[in-house]
């Protein structure tokens, strides 16, 4: 293979930002990518029904960080988008988060101000100063009932483990409203790129100084490449080291079979993304796409999500032992030399999407700022 200064391993939000900024400043960089597209899991396309439609789930941006937001606007235009969530509870419709609305819906209160919902939200709570697991999470902000009915199933659903078999900080990120604001983030910037994410991420890699090989497996071809001054992994991080602590126990993630349907009607559903936290079927959610972007087709697709154990890796599931086993393979990455473990699979850890942007560019900041202070001394 040619020779290049900077190794990728992935086309997703970490490989790419990486990628830009390394060639930004004159590397050769080589992307290789077990896909057939780039983009990772942000990856979207026109659809048979001439819809957008994301090949892995609904990604909303978010962000109260400059930086990022400056980034990301500097490869595509972006509209506004406020994204909202409802949920199919007990036969009504509710917003999510929780907020005035939710509680006075599900258990015909009358609940008018922040004041009124705060009082409420007190005097059904179970109070734990640290809450020591999801479940001890929730029922520290919203009590029992709401816990019953929106959260104990469809974490069950989403991870295949109840509340309290999870880490407290997983379900502590879920926002609870004391007004009727219906936004499901509340972050500064909320936007959508026009025209996709995968145009942006083509105009992020469109530097001549990146190349990438699609439908390559990294671990197919490492004995063949060449050597490169730094390496950057975005995959499994037990992957990476050949699962050699899975006699032990293997690493836990979470994938989703995405099943997709067409409907020949104008809307299939008031909303973009409706939730199904009961156990009255099997899937988490059901996301339909024409209402992102005030799309116009004479059909609609619609996406039911249904999360499994097989299959893609998406999401590290965040509890004890699963914690444990990732610290071995942890202490094996910092032995290693110009290797280095980036994104959410790569370090066993939820990103949100401006996250994972931010994480890229403080380490690339942080690496060039290394090498810099060494030439100089």
């Not at 059901?286 to 209402?291: A, S, V």
Request: charged content about 25%; aromatic content about 14%; overall charge negative.
């Amino acid at each position: 293979m040619k020779q290049y200064d900077i190794l990728i391993i992935g086309a997703g939000i970490s490989g790419a930002v990486l990628a830009e900024r390394y060639a930004s400043i004159g590397k050769k960089v080589l992307i290789i990518e077990k896909r057939n597209h780039i983009a990772g899991n942000c990856f979207d396309y026109m659809d048979e029904n001439g819809i957008l439609v994301s090949k892995y789930g609904a990604h909303l941006f978010h962000t109260n960080d400059e930086e990022v937001w400056e980034y990301v606007n500097a490869f595509s235009d972006w509209y506004d988008w406020e994204h909202k969530v409802i949920a199919r509870v007990d036969g009504k419709t509710v917003p999510i988060p929780v907020n005035i609305t939710t509680v006075n819906t599900l258990f015909d209160e009358q609940i008018a101000t922040e004041s009124e919902m705060g009082a409420w939200l007190e005097n059904n709570r179970i109070n734990f100063e640290k809450p020591a697991n999801g479940e001890e999470a929730v029922l520290n902000r919203v009590g029992i009932e709401l816990y019953e009915k929106m959260f104990k199933h469809y974490t069950k659903k989403q991870w295949d483990k109840f509340p309290a078999e999870l880490d407290a900080s997983v379900l502590e990120r879920i926002p609870v409203r004391q007004n009727y604001d219906d936004r499901y983030f509340s972050d500064k910037h909320q936007a959508l790129p026009k025209g996709g994410y995968t145009q942006l991420f083509e105009k992020i890699l469109s530097n001549p100084n990146i190349e990438i090989m699609l439908n390559t497996d990294f671990f197919d071809v490492k004995d063949e490449l060449c050597s490169y001054e730094k390496l950057f992994y975005t995959g499994p991080v037990d992957r990476y080291f050949e699962f050699k602590h899975s006699l032990i126990e293997k690493l836990e993630y979470r994938s989703i079979n995405f099943v997709s349907e067409t409907h020949e009607t104008e809307f299939f559903q008031e909303n973009s993304v409706v939730n199904y936290p009961g156990t009255e079927v099997d899937f988490t959610r059901i996301i339909e796409y024409k209402h992102f972007g005030n799309q116009k087709s004479d059909k609609t697709t619609v996406v039911k999500e249904f999360t499994i154990d097989e299959g893609e890796p998406y999401y590290p599931v965040p509890n004890p032992r699963n914690q444990e086993i990732y610290a071995l393979y942890k202490a094996e990455a910092d032995k290693l030399t110009d290797v280095y473990f980036v994104g959410r699979l790569a370090n066993y850890k939820y990103f949100n999407m401006d996250q994972a942007f931010k994480n890229a560019l403080e380490l690339f900041a942080s690496l060039e700022q290394s090498a810099a202070a060494l030439t100089s001394a």
